[in-house]
């Protein structure tokens, strides 16, 4: 029953992706990798046999062609294109759950640097600025009063790229020292954390510390509906604990785990290897 | 066996597969394996900003 093929687009083999690699092999599974700074995609299918596509590249636009190619070609891929389109972009990702009823921090966004400091004395200070696209917590910038804001738009705005003239401003939610992240796999949550740290960034690439947090109750029932709200699949949720409960404030769709793992020994990649199985059968 | 391309030092093999990052024991560059037989690797991609998690 174990002849499916497992397409791993990727870009570099992390603790993540060797779990996953080694995951497959105990199910079975036969796996092609397909390396995203290698790969070609012709408008007609040629030259791979995988029956569905695990995406784990860890760029947004490569992710995105890629994907969409993979529909093309008659694949099914874990997440789906219209997932990580949402997902990937804190822009759409907040409309996303607050179309949903999701409790997520306010949020406004501009269009140019002008615009930018307006949406920053709507929002108030301190606020947050990040860009649509990216993480690991990189290029977000608390922004404490206006002489600050003005500041940093004009680095932004002498950065070249597209993607730094469009301004996301969050509200600065006041939550304690930490965290909380969520791991999605279809219908449950696989696992959950805190991610503990003095700095505002509670990222564990920055070096947060962990410890794990119950996957259910009220925080297992958000992280549910905010991985439906942007399609479902394999998602981490994250959330804050604000003064008036919890918010759920990015989804991420091709999410590492190595920190996750860690801290709960759940065998998440063995968990998305039996989801994407599964998809791969259906 | 290998040397780093950083700094010469040398690499050992362990337990890795093709594309995998590592960390060179000697100055802490990050790597990828870009080859198993022969052992080779070159400095791991440079991070870029549409990149995260």
New interface residues.
């Given amino acids: 029953m174990n002849s499916l093929t497992l397409g791993l687009f ?5 603790p993540e ?2 779990w996953i ?1 080694q995951a497959a092999e105990a199910r079975g599974l036969a796996v092609e ?1 397909l ?1 995203d ?1 290698e790969m070609t995609f012709p408008l007609v299918k040629n030259g791979f046999k995988a029956d569905i596509v695990l995406n784990r590249s ?4 490569r992710s995105l062609y890629a994907l969409r190619f993979f529909e093309h070609y008659g694949v099914p891929t874990v997440n789906a294109y219209d997932t990580v389109a949402l997902a990937g972009d804190k822009v759409l990702t907040s409309m996303a759950l607050q179309a949903a009823g999701i409790p997520t921090p306010r949020v406004v966004v501009a269009l140019t640097p002008e615009a930018a400091l307006k949406a920053l004395e709507e929002i108030g200070y301190p606020a947050v600025l990040k ?1 649509p ?4 917590g ?2 977000l910038a608390k922004v404490d009063d206006r002489e600050e804001a003005e500041q940093i738009i004009e680095h932004k705005d002498a950065l070249a ?1 597209p ?1 730094h003239s469009i301004f996301y401003v969050q509200e600065y939610v006041q939550k304690p020292e930490r965290d909380l992240r969520a791991f999605v796999v279809g219908d449950e949550v696989v696992a959950a954390m805190y991610r503990h740290s003095e700095d505002w960034r509670t ?1 564990a ?1 920055r070096g947060a510390t962990t410890e794990p947090a119950s996957p259910n109750g009220r925080m297992g029932e958000l992280a549910l509906k905010a991985a439906k709200a942007v399609g479902g699949g394999v998602l ?1 949720v994250d959330l804050m604990e604000s003064p008036d409960g919890l918010v759920v404030h990015e989804v ?1 769709p ?3 785990f190595r920190a996750l793992t860690g801290a709960t020994g759940v065998d998440v990649a063995g968990k998305i290897l039996d989801y994407v199985a599964e998809a791969a059968r259906r | 066996m290998t040397e780093c391309p950083e700094c010469a030092g040398t690499l050992q093999r362990k337990d890795m597969v093709e594309g995998e990052i590592f960390t060179c024991p000697e100055c802490g560059t990050e790597l990828e394996v870009t080859s198993l037989d022969p052992f080779e690797a070159a400095k791991a991609p440079k991070e870029e900003e549409d990149w995260g998690e």
């Avoid at chain 1, 860890?58 to 636009?61: L, P």
């Avoid at chain 1, 696209?133 to 690991?136: E, H, L, M, T």
């Fill in positions: 990727y870009t570099v083999i992390r992706e060797k690699l990798r390396h700074g860890v760029s947004h636009s860009p696209v990216g993480s690991w990189r290029l790229s993607q990222n690439a981490a991420n091709t999410p590492e």
